[in-house]
C-alpha cells in the first residue's frame, strides 16, 4: 500500500516549498519525492477532512497561513507583518483553523470558508513575565491545538506558561486557565492521552516530558510528574522537539535535536507515569518532526540540517523501533504530516 506524506520545510537553502513523499508498507521504504506547490517557509502544515492543506506561509515580509486545495490550488492567504507561525491545527467540528507565532508570542484563530479559504476571526498576544534561559527573552507561543473538551491550549516557550482558552462557535477565546512550569522549562509541544484527561508536555529548553493532569471543569492542568529524555551523563546542546502518543495510548515518543534521537516511554495504564524504554539514533542532524503511519506500524522522522527521512518500523508490542531507511533525500524537512 502506498501511503501519502506532507512535508513542511524551511526554504533557506535547497527546498522550494511543501513537498509530499510515499511510504511503502508492502517494501517497506519511502519513495517518490515530489513537490506539491512552491512556498515560502511553509515550515508547519496541517490538512483537512475535505482534503484542503493550511501551512505557514510568508508573503512579501509578512507572515501568516495559506489554503490550498487537495489538488495544489492556492484559495487564499492571511498574513500580517513580522515573522510567520511556527504550528497550525485545524478544528474539523467548527471550522477554525488556529496558527501560533513564536516570534510576536501570538495565537490566532480563522474561519474556513465553503471553499476552503480562511479569514481571520481573532488573535491574542501573550504578555506574562518571561523565564530566566537566554532564550526566554519573550513570549514565544510555540503550539496551539485543542483539548478533548474542545477547548484551546497554548503552549508558549518564553513564559513557561501553558493556556487553555474558551472558544466559541465563531472562533473568539477567552482565557480560562493558566499552567506555570518550572523555570526554564521551555513548554514547546503538548499531546493528549487518547483516552484519558492526561497530557504530556515537552520542555524544549530542559528536555523533559511533563505529565500533566487535565480539568474539564475550568480547562486547569496540573504537573504529575517529569522524565528527562536525555542520559544523565549527557553534556552537549539539545532542544526537545516533537511528541507523540500511540492510540492505544500505550507509548509515548519524542525526538532530541542535538542527541539526535527518539527516545520510547511506555505510559502507565492510569496515563499518570511513563517507563524508559530506548532512545535510538535518528541517523541525521536536528530531528524537528516525525510521525507515525496511520497503522502505527512505521515511523518517519524528518531533519532540518540534514535534508533526509529516516524511516523506522514500531513494535506494537514493545514500542521499540527497527531501523529500515535512513538515507531519504528531503530538503529542509521539519514537519510530517501522513494524509
Do not use: W
Amino acid at each position: 500500500m502506498q501511503e501519502k506524506i506532507f512535508l513542511g520545510t524551511y526554504t533557506k537553502k535547497k527546498s522550494q516549498g511543501i513537498y509530499t513523499v510515499e511510504l511503502d508498507t508492502d517494501k517497506k521504504e519511502l519513495t517518490n519525492l515530489t513537490l506539491f506547490t512552491e512556498e515560502s517557509g511553509p515550515t508547519f502544515v496541517a490538512l483537512s477532512e475535505k482534503g484542503n492543506l493550511y501551512n505557514v506561509t510568508s508573503v512579501d515580509g509578512n507572515g501568516g497561513v495559506a489554503s490550498y486545495s487537495k489538488d495544489g490550488k492556492l484559495l487564499n492567504t492571511v498574513t500580517s507583518p513580522g515573522a510567520s507561525p511556527c504550528y497550525v491545527a485545524v478544528d474539523e467540528e467548527r471550522q477554525l483553523v488556529f496558527s501560533a507565532n513564536y516570534h510576536k508570542g501570538q495565537v490566532t484563530v480563522y474561519k474556513i470558508e465553503a471553499d476552503g479559504s480562511l479569514t481571520l476571526t481573532d488573535e491574542v498576544t501573550h504578555t506574562d513575565p518571561t523565564g530566566s534561559h537566554e532564550n526566554q527573552d519573550k513570549p514565544h507561543a510555540h503550539y496551539a491545538d485543542l483539548t478533548p473538551d474542545h477547548r484551546l491550549v497554548a503552549c508558549d516557550l518564553g513564559t513557561d506558561t501553558v493556556y487553555t482558552y474558551d472558544l466559541s462557535a465563531d472562533g473568539k477565546l477567552s482565557l480560562a486557565s493558566k499552567l506555570k512550569v518550572a523555570d526554564k522549562t521551555g513548554p514547546r509541544h503538548l499531546t493528549f492521552h487518547p483516552t484519558l484527561d492526561i497530557a504530556y508536555l515537552f520542555g524544549e529548553l530542559n528536555s523533559t516530558i511533563s505529565v500533566l493532569a487535565y480539568n474539564r471543569a475550568d480547562g486547569h492542568f496540573e504537573v504529575l510528574a517529569t522524565y528527562p529524555t536525555l542520559p544523565a551523563d549527557y553534556e552537549g546542546f539539545n532542544s526537545g522537539s516533537a511528541v507523540k502518543v500511540t492510540k492505544d495510548g500505550k507509548f509515548l515518543y519524542g525526538s532530541n535535536r542535538g542527541d539526535n534521537s527518539i527516545v520510547v516511554f511506555a505510559i502507565a495504564e492510569d496515563g499518570r507515569s511513563l517507563t524508559f524504554i530506548e532512545r535510538v539514533d535518528t541517523y541525521g542532524d536536528f530531528p524537528r518532526d516525525f510521525s507515525l503511519n496511520p497503522s502505527e506500524e512505521f515511523l518517519v522522522c524528518a531533519h532540518q540540517n540534514s535534508d533526509n527521512l529516516t524511516l523506522y518500523q514500531r513494535d506494537a508490542q514493545t514500542g521499540k523501533l527497527t531501523l529500515l531507511q535512513k538515507d531519504v533525500f528531503a530538503p529542509e524537512a521539519v514537519c510530517v504530516k501522513f494524509v
